[in-house]
């Protein structure tokens, strides 16, 4: 039977999405002849009963390909609204678009929100992870993540130079609200000297002791730092949290500013802010590789008729497991004693407590 299949992107845009939806329109299209067709911001789309056609026509091997390289999604995004307050609507939108099944590709939040919707609609739902933060439970790889990596690894590698012509410590804030992957893969392949994520507390003596212990006994007169956007803003007394709060921007700044008091304003500090210069961008090999393969398998479980399962990547390969299991276990966070972060102590990396 000729199926009608549904695909959103929801939740903050990342590189990689628009590589997801032309591998499953592509699939179903070649392989299942089926139909299937976008919808416009996500349950926004639904709301309003609004549909977008996808055919191979226009991005087939024998032209020039706009969806493997386009940043964003073709498909528009939301992050933002109460969307289950809406809730009746939506799942009224959905019925009148009549779709055999739905792809939605979202993060930790979007997803949870549609699993509920999809649920309640007893809707044939296939979930694919999408988060430059990388926060979804279970999946080693996510669409976005490696090219915000690359794109903050980049930025690193223009500040070094200028850092090193003014001898100045320079700070990078990255995103990352809850949890500190960006920071901390992009930090090591940076070759950052300190890196800050929400998960590990840090003492601004302890850091500022590094600073200068690189300056006196490695001559080493300049300094990267990569603060997370998530980390706690503390007071120097590192054995009593309860003096942290969570504030939505500005840590990177504080950071400074905490150097310049710790080391008498001998140390020269300059703040960049990456912000959405990490979120947009042309996607990289990696991650147009993973959203092939989760476009694909997306519409092979759809013909299996396998539902309420999310794509993960582990071990080399895409598996499936239960939306609601994943959900469970969100957001995922680094962990303190990984080896990632053994890694970065390892090779000197101030990283906290
Ligand atoms: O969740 C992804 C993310 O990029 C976070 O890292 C960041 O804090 C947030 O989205 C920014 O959201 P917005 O695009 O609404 O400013």
Known sequence: MKKRIGILT??????GLNCVIRAAVSHATRTYNWEIVGIPYATQGLLERKTVPLSIHGWDLRGIDPLLNMGGTILGSINKGDTLAHADEILAGYEAIGLDALIAVGGDGSLNIIHQLAVLGNWNLVAIPKTIDHDVAFTERSIGFDTAVNTIVDAINRLIFTAASHDRVMILEVMGRSTG???????????????????????????CNHLTELRDCWQKKFAIIVVAEGISVCSEDANNPSTCTTTKCGQGQYIAEKIANCSHHLIDTRVSVLGHIQRGGIPSAL????ATMFGKVAIDLIAQEKYDQMLAWQNGKVVTLPIQDVINNNPSLVDPQGDLVQTARSLGIYIGE
């Open 181 to 207: 992957h960006l920071a901390l893969h992009s930090g090591i392949a940076g070759g950052a000297d300190v890196i800050l994520i929400p998960e590990l507390p840090y003492n601004i003596q302890g850091m």
């Open 287 to 290: 991650d147009r590789l993973t």
């Open 10 to 15: 929801s939740g903050g845009d990342c590189p």
